[in-house]
């Protein structure tokens, strides 16, 4: 067998805390790495545990968690941590900095536990936990924040098919739709997302989705 998923908890509310922990102890394939109430200890442990999942509060004391989230997984960090960021549907606006400072993906905090573990376990094979629909909705409603880079599609490193295959991600299709509106294979559609996000220096379809936002590929 292998090693449980470690998972790090970070939290400011101790009772949020022991309820997660106690769902993921209860998985023979996960285990509580650690636990932490700010954003400074979250940092500190994350780089000291390697946890293969971070669970990340966004508001917390002394160091919010998008700024955890940017010291552990954004731009320039060598070893980015996993993170998925605890939300509710109040904090919308913080979701989108918290995809930009390099989270995997986001869940409500009143998600049934069977929720929790998948998305636990879907980020920590590297994939976005977000639906596409859902996806589109949030990084959409704050668009207008969001100052496209100067620039035009030429300077992209994509062909033409790849950037149609792009745009239909930021406009929330899952990889069956875009199979079906661009009359290809499931398969070939994988392969497609695959090649953009090697080419893009991109984690997952979250990161695929703000990338097309910030190059003006969609409005």
């Avoid at 090693?3 to 949020?16: G, K, T």
């Avoid at 590297?126 to 990084?139: I, K, N, S």
Wanted: hydrophobic letters at 45%.
């Amino acid at each position: 067998m292998s090693a449980p998923l470690r998972v790090l908890i970070c939290d400011d509310q101790a009772l949020i805390r022991t309820g997660l922990a106690t769902i993921i102890d209860a998985q023979p394939d996960l285990e509580v790495a650690g636990e932490c109430d700010d954003g400074k200890t979250a940092v500190e442990l994350a780089r000291r545990l390697h946890p293969d999942v971070v669970v990340m509060d966004i508001r917390m004391p002394v160091l919010d968690g998008i700024e955890a989230t940017r010291l552990l997984a954004g731009a320039g960090v060598e070893h980015p941590a996993k993170i998925l960021v605890l939300t509710t549907f109040n904090l919308d606006e913080y979701v989108y900095e918290a995809l930009r400072a390099g989270a995997s993906g986001f869940l409500l905090k009143d998600a049934p536990p069977d929720r929790l573990l998948h998305g636990i376990r879907t980020v920590a094979i590297g994939a976005a936990l977000l639906d596409p629909a859902v996806t589109r909705r949030l990084v959409g409603r704050y668009a207008a924040r969001i100052r496209p880079a100067a620039g035009s599609t030429q300077d992209i490193p994509l062909t033409p098919r790849e950037l149609e295959v792009l745009r239909l991600i930021a406009d929330g299709l899952s990889n069956s739709e875009i199979a079906e509106t661009l009359v290809i294979s499931h398969e070939t559609v994988k392969t497609f997302v695959s090649r953009i996000l090697t080419k893009l220096g991109l984690r997952d379809r979250v990161q695929a989705v703000v990338y097309a936002y910030r190059h003006g590929l969609v409005t």
